[in-house]
């Protein structure tokens, strides 16, 4: 007996899940002079926040607003240390607290991959055109939404040979 699947049930869900795979091969996000998305990703982070708070960020606060766990924040500013990007510094209100900074090569490089991004996203909105972007982007915050109200189901309790029931 063949086993359905989403595309037998569905084919609006199977069109949608192609196409978010099909986003998600695009690579958007690329290397950047050396530097894996995810570096790039925690230091447009340090930059935004040092834009509103002229401080770096706690490892604590990346953690959060990125939603890593704070050792894979901390390999992350590890391999940006040891490349220039990033320095550590010691909070003068606490000495205890070590602050995140980008360095002038880590500026540098950020300022390159934000002009980068910008002129990406003109270039979509031209492509789209101002209606269909704005399509685009409410129904990204609209699936965002859903996903936080429908998190994935605890794999550790998913049955993998059918026999037992959930409980």
Do not use: C
């Not at 690579?27 to 447009?44: A, R």
């Not at 960020?57 to 040891?82: C, D, F, H, M, W």
């Not at 991959?113 to 996203?121: G, V, W």
């Not at 704005?134 to 605890?154: G, I, S, T, V, Y």
């Amino acid at each position: 007996m063949r086993e359905i699947g989403i595309n037998d049930e569905n084919t609006v869900a199977h069109k949608l899940m192609m196409a978010l795979r099909t986003l998600h091969k695009a690579q958007w996000q690329q290397s950047m002079e050396g530097n894996k998305p995810s570096e790039m990703t925690l230091m447009l982070s340090i930059a935004r926040h040092m834009h509103f708070k002229k401080e770096g960020p706690k490892v604590s606060e990346v953690s959060r607003y990125l939603g890593l766990t704070p050792p894979t924040v901390t390999q992350l500013i590890n391999s940006l240390e040891a490349k220039n990007m990033v320095v550590r510094q010691a909070d003068p209100a606490d000495r205890r607290v070590v602050r995140v900074l980008l360095s002038e090569q880590g500026k540098a490089v950020t300022l390159r991959a934000k002009a980068y991004r910008d002129t990406s996203l003109k270039k979509l909105v031209e492509y789209l055109g101002e209606e269909e972007s704005n399509q685009l982007a409410d129904l990204l915050l609209k699936m965002h939404q859903f996903a936080q109200e429908n998190p994935p189901p605890d794999l550790d309790r998913l049955q993998m040979n059918g026999d037992e029931k959930l409980d």
